[in-house]
């Protein structure tokens, strides 16, 4: 291998021109998670699939101390090394059987030696949850059913601690600086528990009662959910003191599952389990989610905390990880791009062939992210402060028990909602109903509650606080209409806010809105939007009498055929508007605030699979009518994604802009899980920047780009994937 190999590296490298060191100093008070901006994660691939032990061809090429030479060629500035999967381990190991394509090697020492005179930081992945040889060689580690037959999957009450700290400890020998530690699930589907009698013991012990035998969406069960989100945090906390007692300068991180479109069945919540490691990881997977997902995963990742370091992973294949495609270099510098210019560490996974030798074309690849990625590394990280004018309110409550086992009830509206922001060139970031408080909210110029049907008294209190104080609110579809355990109630939990009662929840969703000609004062509303004329907003909806809100627009409900009154014809497609049955938009003036609610659900419908035009513009005017004066306003056409971040200078805005643009192309038997199209070009697309208070001077950092002074702001053409345009304000 190395006879092939280092030729290409040794070329490779010497194309790496850096502006700054490759690597810095190491200092105690500052941790590499804090100090780099992009790596790699390295793993053969072959065992997730299952390995016979005598195919000793499988990750026979896989040697540390290539990987570590592959990753100062193209620029990377720490390596995550595969140590462990659910097979084998990748070092001699004393513990878990070690992979026999490696011979006598020894992978995370070969990495460590090779790593050491560069300062690179050497983290290994160890993974919990893959089933393999635990299970095989440990039955008792197995998660039980309600009947007591054994789940493929590892019980994080059982004795698998004892078993994940000897290995931890076989690896802290080799002077590592860090651990992924991944997969931390509790299964991806039903069952929705473990019945082991380690798991019922403790459950008795916590709650005095025993485990429910059913999922009985009850007190019973809210106790049961508790347990399992409590269970792994527990099962984090102790492997994370583990390793800090031993060695206390070692980064910690686990895989996080709290995001969409992972739900209560995983056993995390969104802000519970993002941040009891040293940094949060979580990944974006755009062949599964869409090409929305990197900046939506930022995003959410980054609104769990907005203080801490967060790691962000992508990958180089076609469709998964482990598919062995190779993504044009333009795709990949959207996908990185996306996540630098949100605040994310960006980590890409590379999986080797079968053999572990390393691809070279997509080294290639890697070394020209990394480089345009350092030499612009200025104008990312932490120290840079994103302007959130909207605050996206997120509720793991109205996850788990408005949406129970359809967790796309209340997914799609938050996907809506997200890729509102997205187009509508609308700075976002996640809030979240755990541990909120009113800072939180302060932080937003506008909070947004797409379909949030669950709010408790002490966040509609908060929210109240918000408004009154001058805050500016949105709600949509079934938001603060169903109790605290998903069941539907009389009055809305936001009626105060809303200025008006709830006469009833449509038991329809394929429901119509329209707007007259003449929307007086509330014409900014409809903007862009067709008048009289019913638009499909499919979703929740809700007949609403205003008290103290200003109407505006007509709901509609839908016609329904005789044969589907009989219920002989189904409901997928959605029908045609009939009379109306209440105001389409309330506006409520509420102490020195304001609050619009959209009587449907526009954003479950752009979340959905009949999202129009139409559904996203509502949502836009509606934000727009609450902040009309944005201390920044981009405007770009809609593939255009773009962030502003304020700082670390005084009196200095950046304004990036990533370009997603890619033909037209088949869907996917399996719908959502299409491919997007493949980015293989570079645009060109005019950019519209004001900014209040005017511009003393702008700066476009891709050469091609040109600006042209405006009042308030420029206007520029940019010809790339990727723009930062530096603006120091008056």
């Not at 995550?80 to 006598?104: F, H, N, R």
């Not at 605030?593 to 996203?616: H, K, L």
């Amino acid at each position: 291998m190395r006879r092939t190999l280092l030729p290409f590296l040794a070329a490779l490298a010497l194309m790496v021109a850096l502006p700054t060191p490759l690597f810095a100093e190491e200092s105690p008070a500052e941790p590499w998670y804090n100090r780099l901006l992009v790596g790699m994660e390295v793993g053969p691939t072959g065992a997730q699939f299952g390995s016979d032990p005598s195919d000793v061809k499988y990750a026979e090429k896989f040697s540390g101390t290539d990987i570590v030479a592959a990753q100062l060629a193209t620029g990377s500035q720490y390596i995550v090394i595969w140590g462990k999967d659910g097979e084998y381990a990748y070092y001699d190991s004393k513990v878990a059987p070690k992979c026999p394509g490696l011979g006598d090697r020894d992978v995370i020492r070969e990495t460590v030696e090779a790593a050491k005179p560069h300062n690179l930081p050497v983290i290994v992945y160890c993974v919990v949850q893959a089933g393999g040889y635990p299970l095989r060689q440990h039955p008792e580690f197995k998660m039980r059913d309600v009947e007591g037959k054994p789940i493929e999957r590892v019980c994080l009450n059982s004795g698998f601690m004892g078993h994940l700290k000897d290995l931890v400890d076989e690896m802290l020998a080799y002077g590592i600086q860090g651990f992924h530690i991944d997969m931390l699930d509790q299964g991806f589907g039903p069952p929705y528990g473990c019945w082991c009698d380690n798991c019922r013991a403790r459950f008795e012990k916590d709650y005095g009662k025993p485990m429910p035998t059913s999922v009985s969406w009850d007190e019973a069960w809210d106790r049961m959910l508790e347990f399992r989100y409590n269970s792994c945090e527990r099962f984090e906390r102790e492997i994370l003191a583990h390793i800090k007692e031993r060695q206390p300068d070692c980064s910690v991180d686990f895989n996080y599952h709290g995001n969409p479109p992972f739900s209560f069945e995983i056993g995390q919540r969104p802000v519970q389990h993002a941040h009891i490691g040293d940094f949060v990881t979580g990944e974006c997977g755009a062949w599964g989610f869409g090409a929305l997902s990197p900046s939506f995963e930022a995003l959410f990742v980054r609104g769990t905390d907005p203080a801490a370091p967060f790691q962000v992973v992508m990958q180089r294949g076609v469709r998964m990880y482990h598919d062995q495609t190779t993504r044009p270099l333009e795709d990949m510098r959207w996908e990185m791009f996306s996540l630098l210019m949100h605040g994310a560490q960006v980590t890409i996974v590379d999986k080797t062939p079968f053999d572990g030798s390393l691809d070279r074309v997509a080294y290639e690849r890697y070394g020209a992210l990394f480089r345009e990625a350092l030499a612009k590394q200025e104008h990312f990280g932490r120290q840079h402060r994103p302007l959130a004018d909207v605050g996206l309110f997120f509720s793991h409550r109205t996850r788990d028990w408005y949406a129970r086992e359809t967790p796309r009830k209340y997914f799609d509206p938050v996907y809506g909602a997200h890729e509102t922001v997205v187009l509508g060139h609308l700075p976002a970031e996640f809030v979240f109903d755990e541990r909120l408080t009113l800072e939180r909210l302060r932080r937003h110029r506008v909070v947004y509650a797409p379909g949030a049907a669950i709010l408790e008294p002490e966040t509609v209190a908060l929210l109240e606080d918000y408004v009154r104080g001058g805050g500016r609110l949105l709600v949509t579809g079934d938001a603060g209409t169903h109790d605290r355990m998903g069941a539907p109630q009389a009055e809305s939990a936001l009626a105060n806010l809303i200025g008006a009662k709830l006469v009833r929840r449509l038991d329809t969703d394929d429901n119509h809105v329209s707007f007259p000609a003449d929307g007086g004062d509330l014409d900014a509303l409809a903007a862009g939007i067709p008048r009289d004329w019913p638009f499909l907003a499919r979703g929740a909806a809700g007949i609403y009498e205003p008290t103290t809100a200003r109407p505006f627009g007509t709901l509609h409900r839908p016609f329904r055929s005789v044969l589907q009154q009989q219920g002989k014809e189904g409901l997928w497609l959605p029908q045609s508007p009939v009379e109306a049955v209440g105001p389409a938009v309330l506006v409520n003036d509420f102490g020195k605030g304001r609050v619009v609610c959209i009587a449907a659900a526009p954003d479950t419908a752009i979340g959905g699979e009949f999202g129009m035009p139409e559904d996203r513009m509502l949502i836009e005017n509606a934000l727009r009518l609450l902040d009309p004066d944005p201390p920044v306003r981009v405007d770009a056409p809609r593939f255009v994604e773009s962030a502003v971040t304020a700082g670390p200078e005084p009196d200095t805005l950046r304004v990036h802009l990533v370009a997603h643009v890619t033909p037209p192309q088949n869907t996917h038997k399996d719908r959502p899980l299409t491919i997007p199209a493949f980015i293989e070009d570079k645009p060109i697309y005019r950019v519209s920047v004001k900014v209040a208070g005017g511009v003393k001077e702008i700066e476009a950092i891709t050469p091609t780009t040109t600006v042209t002074p405006a009042p308030e702001g420029f206007t520029a053409q940019v010809e790339d994937i990727h723009e930062v345009f530096v603006i120091r304000t008056k």
